[in-house]
């Protein structure tokens, strides 16, 4: 049985994932592609391109990754499977003279 204040965290957790909020994330993001796209980063953020760029792939990954367990997808990810295979090709080469 849930406790009051497990009861409370779902509340939270559930007041912060709503359509309005990934609208607004989408909104966040496409701003940026906007400005990036023409130049104005710096207008936008402080944070360097290096570091805007960081923080998208991690996003990227991460949402790659909750759409492949929301789907029950049991295929590890692209960046896995690229992983997989080049310490595969690693282990296949050998050094002739």
Same mark, same amino acid.
């Not at 309005?20 to 980063?41: K, M, P, Q, Y």
């Given at each position: $049985? $849930?406790?009051?204040?497990?009861?409370?965290?779902?509340?939270?957790? %559930?007041?912060?994932?709503?359509?309005?909020?990934?609208?607004?994330?989408?909104?966040? @993001?496409?701003? !940026?592609?906007?400005?990036?796209?023409?130049?104005? !980063?710096?207008? !936008?953020?402080?944070?360097?391109?290096?570091?805007?760029? +960081?923080?998208?792939?991690?996003?990227?990954? &991460?949402?790659?990754?909750?759409?492949?367990? !929301?789907? +029950?997808?049991?295929?590890?990810?692209?960046?896995?499977?690229?992983?997989?295979? +080049?310490? %595969?090709? &690693?282990?296949?080469?050998? @050094? %002739?003279?």
């Amino acid at each position: $049985m $849930m406790t009051q204040n497990q009861k409370t965290d779902i509340r939270i957790l %559930q007041a912060l994932f709503t359509d309005i909020r990934f609208e607004s994330i989408f909104n966040a @993001v496409d701003r !940026l592609h906007d400005a990036a796209a023409s130049g104005t !980063l710096n207008d !936008l953020t402080n944070l360097t391109t290096e570091e805007v760029t +960081g923080w998208l792939r991690d996003i990227v990954y &991460t949402a790659n990754e909750t759409i492949r367990e !929301l789907e +029950g997808d049991p295929q590890p990810n692209v960046w896995d499977q690229y992983f997989a295979q +080049g310490q %595969q090709a &690693t282990e296949d080469c050998t @050094v %002739q003279n």
